[in-house]
C-alpha cells in the first residue's frame, strides 16, 4: 500500500512582475480525498498546482512535501495532469503505456492496460491521431496508472463535451479510489465535480477565500458549491 | 538506466524530421559539388563539413527543445522523475550520436564524389586523398569536441535563461561571452600559447593546407578561416571537453533546483 503524503503551503505567494498569481496562501492537503481546486478563470488555480508541482518557485512562502521543499524532483511523488500538455504523438497508445513503464518507476501497467481497456481504445492508434478528449483520458489513465501519492489535475474537463467529461469523472471515482491518494482537480466547472469532493478550496484573484470539507460546505451552508462560489470567487 | 535509454531512444522518434532534413542539406551540399571549380572543392568540402557539424549540436538542443513546447509535452519532459542530468544527458548524447552519424556520412560521401569527380591522376587529388587519410581521425575528433563544446553552450544558456527570475537575457550574454574573454585576456600570455599548442595534432599555421592548394588560387581569407578552425591540440580539445561536462553538470543542478517552466 503506498503511503499518504504530507503537502503544506506556508504563506506562499508568487509573483509575475507585478502581477501577483497567488497571494499568500496557507493550506495542508489532506492525505487522501478529492479535492476541488474552485475558481474564476484567472483566480491562481493554475499557477497554485504549478507551485506545488515543482514547476513553479513561490515568490515569498514555502512549499513542502513530507517536510522538504517542493522542487522538479517533486515529480516522483506527485503525477501532474494538464489541459494544455500532451503525451509523445509519434507514439501509439500500446507504446505510450509501454515508454511508461519505463520512465515511471511507479508505474503500474496492468492499471493502465485495465484503464485502456474500459476506455475501449484502440491501442495501436497513435496519440497524435486522438481527439482532444481521448488525449485527456490517455492522459488520465496514465496518470491513474502511477502510484503516487498525489495527483493533481488543472482543467481536466476544459473543452471537452458532457459525455467525456462524465466519462472522465467516472474513471476518477472508479480508478482513483482503489489507491489511496490524494486527487487535486482545479476547474471551474464546479456543479460537474461536486458529487465527488470531500474538500474544497475557493480561489478569488490569488488569495484563498476558503477551504473547508465538502460536506461541512453542504450541512453548514445548505447551498450548492456553485453558490457558495458566487459568495466566496466573485 | 532503462530510463535513460527510454528517452534516448525516444529523441530518435522525436527528431524524425530533423534527420530528413538532415539528409537534404548533406545531399544538397553534395550536389553542388558538380557546379563549383575544381580547384575549390578541398576547401569547401572541408568548410562545409566542420562549420557544418561545429552549429549542428546547438542548433539540434533550440530545435528538440523547441519542439517539446511546440508539441507540447515539454512540461511532461520537465516533470520526469528523474535527476536533470539523466533528462539532460539522455536528449543531449541523442544529438552527438546523430551528429557523428552526419559527419561520418558526410565524410564517406566526400570520398565517393573525389573519386567520382576529380581526375584520379590529378596531383591535388592525390595529395587531398593522403591528407584526408593521414588528418582524418583529428580532424573527426576536434570537431566532434568543438560541436559538443558550443552544444553544451546553448543548453546552459537555454538553462541559465529559464533558471533567472530577473535578468534572465543578461546573465546568458556574460555566460556567452565567458570563453571569448578568457582568450582576450588570455591569448598573448605564455602559458596560454604553450596550453594551445600542447599535442598538436594539426599545425597552427595556414602552412599545412599548401601541399593541398598546390597550383590553385585559394582566397586569403577562405585559408585563413579554416586554418583557425582547424586548430586541433590535446591542449584546446581536452579543456573544451572537462568545459563540456562542466557545463552539463551545472545545467543539471539548475535545472533540477532553479529552472521554473
Redesign the interface.
Known amino acids: 500500500m503506498q503511503h499518504s503524503i504530507t503537502v503544506e503551503l506556508d504563506q506562499v505567494t508568487k509573483r509575475f512582475g507585478r502581477i501577483v498569481a497567488v497571494n499568500n496562501v496557507s493550506l495542508r492537503l489532506p492525505d487522501q480525498g478529492f479535492v476541488g481546486l474552485l475558481g474564476l478563470n484567472g483566480s491562481g488555480k493554475t499557477t497554485l498546482l ?1 507551485l506545488i ?5 513561490p515568490t515569498e512562502g514555502s512549499i513542502r512535501l513530507d517536510g522538504s521543499r517542493v ?3 517533486s ?2 511523488q ?1 503525477a ?1 495532469v ?1 489541459d ?8 501509439t497508445i500500446q507504446e505510450t503505456i509501454g ?1 511508461a513503464e ?5 508505474f503500474v501497467r496492468a492499471a493502465a492496460e485495465e484503464i485502456v481497456t474500459f476506455l475501449k481504445f484502440d491501442v495501436n492508434k497513435k496519440v497524435a491521431q486522438l481527439s482532444k478528449g481521448n488525449k485527456m483520458r490517455l492522459n488520465i489513465a496514465i496518470a491513474l496508472a502511477r502510484r503516487v501519492p498525489l495527483l493533481l489535475m488543472d482543467e481536466p474537463l476544459a473543452g471537452l463535451d458532457p459525455l467525456v467529461r462524465e466519462d472522465i469523472l467516472k474513471m476518477f471515482v472508479h480508478f482513483g479510489c482503489i489507491y489511496q491518494k490524494t486527487i487535486v482537480i482545479s476547474s471551474h466547472e464546479v456543479s460537474e465535480i461536486e458529487p465527488y469532493l470531500d474538500y474544497a478550496i475557493f480561489m478569488k484573484e490569488g488569495q484563498m477565500t476558503l477551504y473547508a470539507s465538502a460536506e461541512k460546505i453542504r450541512e453548514e451552508r445548505e447551498q450548492s458549491m456553485l453558490n457558495v462560489m458566487r459568495e466566496y470567487c466573485v | 538506466m532503462t530510463s535513460w535509454i527510454t528517452l534516448f531512444y525516444k529523441e530518435f522518434r522525436a527528431s524524425k524530421m530533423w534527420i530528413y532534413f538532415n539528409i537534404l542539406l548533406i545531399l544538397i551540399g553534395a550536389a553542388v559539388f558538380f557546379f563549383i571549380d575544381e580547384t575549390q572543392i578541398v576547401l569547401y568540402s572541408l568548410l562545409v563539413m566542420i562549420l557544418f557539424h561545429v552549429i549542428y549540436l546547438p542548433v539540434w538542443v533550440i530545435y528538440s527543445i523547441f519542439t517539446e513546447w511546440k508539441n507540447r509535452t515539454l512540461v511532461h519532459w520537465f516533470n520526469l522523475p528523474h535527476s536533470g542530468f539523466v533528462l539532460l544527458t539522455a536528449k543531449y548524447v541523442a544529438g552527438i550520436v546523430m551528429m557523428i552519424v552526419s559527419l561520418i556520412v558526410c565524410n564517406s560521401l566526400l570520398v565517393l564524389l573525389y573519386s567520382s569527380i576529380l581526375d584520379t591522376s590529378n596531383e591535388l587529388v592525390i595529395q587531398a586523398s593522403d591528407w584526408f587519410v593521414t588528418h582524418f581521425w583529428s580532424i573527426f575528433v576536434g570537431t566532434m569536441i568543438m560541436a559538443i563544446f558550443s552544444g553544451t553552450q546553448v543548453v546552459c544558456a537555454i538553462i541559465i535563461a529559464k533558471s533567472a527570475t530577473r535578468f534572465g537575457l543578461i546573465f546568458v550574454a556574460i555566460f556567452l561571452l565567458l570563453p571569448t574573454l578568457f582568450q582576450i585576456l588570455f591569448h598573448d600570455t605564455i602559458g596560454y600559447t604553450k596550453l594551445v599548442s600542447w599535442g598538436m595534432t594539426t599545425s597552427a599555421s595556414a602552412e599545412w593546407l599548401h601541399p593541398l592548394l598546390l597550383n590553385q588560387h585559394e582566397t586569403l581569407p577562405a585559408i585563413n578561416v579554416l586554418s583557425e578552425l582547424t586548430i586541433f591540440s590535446l591542449g584546446i580539445m581536452l579543456p573544451q571537453l572537462v568545459y563540456s561536462i562542466l557545463l552539463i553538470w551545472i545545467s543539471s543542478k539548475l535545472l533540477d533546483k532553479a529552472v521554473q517552466v
Do not use: E, H
Not at chain 1, 508541482?53 to 518557485?57: I, K, V
Not at chain 1, 494544455?84 to 507514439?91: A, E, H, M, N, P
Open positions: 504549478n508541482a515543482g514547476l513553479l518557485r522542487t522538479r524532483q515529480g516522483k506527485i501532474y494538464t494544455d500538455q500532451s503525451l509523445y504523438g509519434f507514439y515508454y519505463r520512465v515511471y518507476p511507479d
